[in-house]
């Protein structure tokens, strides 16, 4: 699969087969995650590998949006070190080019993949630095759910020329 056919045919997978993934991949998922762009090239992302069940059945206790990851055999969490950027904002910035570069590596394993929303959710950011005892230099800022597909999505195609402009807004 290419970036582009990648790109273009990547969908929130959110059931899975409970087969576990394979170390290779999980490491090949991080170094696509690590090969995002950076403000300043701080790299002030950091990741929590997720696959311990009681772990994975805990957080939809706290995030109403992740009862996949009952069935899910891994997730990874997605941290911003906020003592390793100049501008604090960068953060959150640098750690989701990161998580989309996760996603699109998932899939292009062969792997069904969702983006699960912590930052900005006070609740669910508080409630995963406790589960996972997060130092407090550490900002959870997306948690990945991941394993084989048990369902099909199609492509989605949102091209709408209505949302672009050239040289100058014009609505
Ligand atoms: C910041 C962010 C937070 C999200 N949070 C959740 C979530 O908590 N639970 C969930 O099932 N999907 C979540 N999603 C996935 C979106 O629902 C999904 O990307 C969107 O519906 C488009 O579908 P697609 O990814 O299949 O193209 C989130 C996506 C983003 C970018």
């Known amino acids: ?3 582009l056919e990648a790109i273009f045919t990547r969908r929130s997978i959110r059931k899975y ?4 993934i394979p170390e290779e991949d999980i490491e090949t998922m991080l ?3 690590m090969s995002a762009p950076s403000a300043n090239n701080y790299q002030p992302w950091r990741f929590i590998i997720i696959d311990e069940r009681t772990l994975l059945d805990a957080i939809p206790e706290f995030h109403p949006y992740s009862e996949m990851l009952k069935e899910a055999p891994l997730a990874i969490l997605v941290c911003g070190d906020k003592t390793a950027v100049g501008h604090p904002g960068y953060v959150y910035l640098d750690c989701s080019a990161a998580t989309q570069n996760l996603l699109i590596s998932a899939h292009a394993l062969g792997l069904g993949a969702v983006w699960l929303g912590m930052y900005p959710r006070k609740s669910r950011m508080d409630g ?3 589960l996972l005892q997060l130092s407090n230099n550490l900002e959870p800022i997306s948690l ?3 394993g084989y597909p048990n369902q099909e999505k199609l492509p989605a195609n949102r091209f709408d020329k209505n949302k672009v402009c050239r040289n100058k807004w014009e609505v």
């Open 31 to 33: 170094r696509a995650a």
């Open 128 to 130: 995963i630095r406790k």
């Open 1 to 3: 699969m290419d970036s």
């Open 144 to 146: 990945i759910s991941i």
């Open 17 to 20: 087969k409970p087969d576990p």
